[in-house]
């Protein structure tokens, strides 16, 4: 529809009974909200963290180095000016209805400006390129500024980045033309159902707002997401361990354990039967044991990382061996998952334990050097103030933790949602992969503080004796046995040039492939799908770009290439194993109890 039919459009009047009643509701609900909000202002009248994300620091080292320089901040100022001037002559051109090249232009995939408007209207096009001139000289300008250490830099440039992403036209009623056009044409009831919106998603997240990104009522565990067949058959107070029913008549005589991170629950390896990597693997003929976390409480406040590494990997092997019979395997670790498998086959290194016969590692940080923005969290200000809001509970918020993603794609993430929810007064669409980004877990207090300080902010895992677990200090360097490094070339929880750094600590046989995409969409991504790429090259240099300039591109799914690396590592054929045939009985169908515990 183009600008001048919107305007023809006959505007929607809506019913006013209808209209009368809905503000109604909203006026009654919106005073429920500000009378809690207020109740529990009174319960806490102090604040103690003003600024728990130490920005004001940052931001002020910022200005006093921009200041030591006046000649460059001019200098800026006239380079935007004079675009400016040449946005003005170009705009008044196209008003006289000449042709005229535009200033600036939206990035390749960004996509909050699709709407044809935003070209073909003069009006609708200066407000685009004004503000696309302005986030750029903004975000240039904090990022040529001398002087501050790449900590105070990085974490600048990521909160200017979110103002920039904040103020983009789009997201205000007035500047966005698809939303000008909709409350046209439906006389304001998108507005109204958008106040609904936002109102259920603030009670949702009593007092905070949760935006809901998909339809959550259209997805339940077990019937139309982890579905895969199988049985729980083994419990610790931190994971359920689930065996899945075989679907070949022979399979690899070593089980495969998956360990996947306890941030967000395991089945996003088991979403759908045509996107499930653990379906997938149990057809190429795996015994396949998967992990599945708890969501804890207070009560487990004091779990440590190494009780993960006990009651979790350990104890799961313990329970495959009495299931199966067999003391050798191959082990998953995905993400955070991977960083504890490591741990642990450090320290089983240490110890003589040697019944992991291959590790694989899907986007996993060893060496926390370069962790990417997720590092802008994580300072001695921010830890400290993290830890006091824990000790309150026990634990992190899995929400807390899923905003600190969200924020670093927030166009897609947050910026979106507030446009379609709330401003369009569009119900998000039913989409298995943002159910589950929105199944958020808890984090125990006493596991989480340790991992923060001594991964991400200390880096002492890459250290020998950096860390202990169980009492034994451990060396990455100890683990000899082969290794399958899968990382993601658009990944922003885990940069793929810094889970390469892994590769340098372990000394096994080491193989690097590299997956088009992101954290997600790079892992999982079935053959059948016929989606992006990869890159092999069988040799890990210390330097990543020395070895992406020597990688081979391959079209398709890393799936095929890791069943043919684990195959030749699988200790050959054996009949198939049915859970409850081994040592220990079935204690109830998968997908389990743990993963069904939701945040109240």
């Known amino acids: ?207 905070k707002l949760q935006i809901r990104m998909t339809d959550l009522d259209a997805f339940k565990i077990g019937e139309n997401v982890a579905t895969s067949k199988g049985s729980v058959i083994g419990r610790t107070p931190l994971m359920e361990l689930l065996q899945y029913s075989p679907s070949t008549d022979q399979v690899a005589k070593r089980p495969l354990m998956i360990v996947p991170p306890w941030i967000n629950k395991y089945y996003i390896l088991d979403l759908r039967p045509e996107n499930s990597f653990i379906k997938w693997a149990v057809d190429q003929g795996h015994t396949v044991f998967v ?116 924020m670093l794609r927030a166009n897609d993430l947050i910026w979106s949602f507030v446009v379609s929810n709330y401003m369009l007064g569009k119900d998000p669409f039913p989409f298995d992969l943002l159910y589950w980004n929105s199944d958020s877990t808890r984090m125990p207090k006493a596991m989480h503080s340790f991992y923060l300080r001594n991964m991400y902010n200390k880096n002492l895992l890459r250290e020998p004796g950096g860390i202990s677990i169980l009492g034994q200090p451990i060396d990455l360097r100890d683990i000899k046995i082969p290794v399958y490094f899968l990382s993601t070339r658009e990944d922003h929880i885990a940069p793929w040039q810094a889970t390469y750094a892994g590769t340098q600590l372990m000394s096994g046989q080491v193989k690097f492939v590299l997956s088009a995409s992101g954290h997600i969409a790079g892992v999982v991504n079935p053959p059948a799908a016929k989606k992006y790429c990869y890159w092999t090259y069988n040799r890990t240099p210390a330097n990543p770009d020395d070895w992406m300039a020597k990688a081979t591109q391959h079209e398709g799914s890393w799936w095929t290439d890791w069943q043919n690396w684990i195959s030749r590592r699988s200790g050959g054929k054996v009949p198939a194993r049915k859970e409850g045939d081994g040592k220990l009985k079935v204690l109830g169908p998968a997908p389990g109890e743990y993963v069904k515990v939701t945040l109240s």
């Open 1 to 207: 529809m183009s600008d001048q039919q919107a305007i023809e459009t006959e505007i929607t009047h809506p019913d006013p009974e209808k209209l009368s009643a809905a503000m109604a509701e909203i006026a009654e609900r919106s005073q429920r909200l500000v009378s809690e909000f207020l109740a529990k202002q009174a319960e806490d009248p102090e604040i103690s963290d003003p600024d728990p994300l130490n920005i004001g620091s940052a931001f002020a080292e910022l200005t006093t180095h921009i200041m030591q320089n006046p000649a460059k901040l001019v200098e800026a100022q006239m380079e935007l000016w004079q675009q400016y001037y040449t946005l003005w002559h170009n705009t008044t051109l196209r008003m006289l209805g000449e042709e005229s090249e535009p200033v600036v232009t939206p990035q390749k995939g960004d996509r909050r400006f699709r709407d044809e408007a935003w070209e073909n209207n003069e009006l609708f096009d200066y407000i685009k390129q004004s503000y696309l001139l302005s986030s750029q000289w903004m975000q240039n300008l904090v990022h040529d500024v001398d002087g501050l250490d790449d900590k105070t830099a990085q974490k600048v440039e990521f909160y200017t980045r979110q103002f920039v992403d904040a103020i983009s036209p789009t997201n205000f009623l007035m500047t966005n033309p698809e939303v000008l056009r909709t409350t046209i044409e439906t006389g304001g009831e998108n507005l109204l159902k958008g106040l609904q919106n936002l109102l259920g998603d603030l009670e949702r997240g009593k007092g």
């Open 291 to 406: 992990l599945s976390w708890v969501n804890p409480d207070s009560k487990l406040a004091e779990k440590s990382f190494e009780d993960y590494a006990k009651e979790g990997v350990l104890a799961a092997l313990d329970m495959i061996e009495q299931a199966t019979g067999e003391t050798e395997i191959n082990a998953i670790g995905y993400c955070l998952g991977g960083t504890l498998l490591s741990s642990t086959l450090a320290y089983m290194a240490k110890t003589g334990d040697e019944r992991i016969k291959s590790a694989t590692f899907f986007t996993t940080l060893t060496d926390f050097e370069k962790p990417g923005e997720l590092s802008v969290f994580v300072d001695d200000e921010q830890i400290e103030s993290l830890e006091r809001n824990m000790s309150k509970e026990g634990y992190l918020d899995g929400r807390d933790m899923s905003m600190s993603f969200n």
